[in-house]
């Protein structure tokens, strides 16, 4: 399995982003999906999560600005970010959901979003 997550990218804070992430690989349709983040000298932490039905479930900190979506025939998972804020800057990054997996995918590489005030 392979991960690419891309949408990345340097914005104002205010601005909206939306993030990719396209899982090869994989029987992806089966699987609750996760987008994490991890800013610099942080651990990488779950920020938003979507079963395989579609429901959606946030941390309270992105509540209200972002949304996750995913896409089934595309194999693709989403992250509309919306009022981006300094604090969300980090690598972005998409595997199975964690507390719905017995074990992750091999990771990718991420994407980066750097909010500047």
């Known amino acids: 399995v392979q991960l690419q997550a891309s949408g990345g990218g340097l914005v104002q804070a205010g601005e909206s982003l939306t993030l990719s992430c396209v899982v090869s690989g994989s029987t992806f349709s089966r699987y609750a999906l996760g987008w994490y983040r991890q800013a610099p000298g942080q651990g990488r932490l779950l920020i938003a999560d979507?079963?395989?039905?579609?429901?959606?479930n946030y941390a309270d900190f992105v509540k209200g600005r972002f949304t996750i979506s995913r896409d089934n025939a595309k194999k693709t998972t989403y992250l509309q970010m919306n009022s981006l804020k300094p604090e969300d800057s980090a690598v972005y990054f998409c595997?199975?959901?964690?507390?719905?997996?017995?074990?992750?995918?091999?990771w990718g590489q991420g994407t980066q979003v750097t909010v500047s005030s």
């Open positions: 595997n199975k959901d964690q507390y719905e997996a017995a074990d992750l995918w091999f």
């Open positions: 979507i079963n395989n039905e579609g429901r959606p």
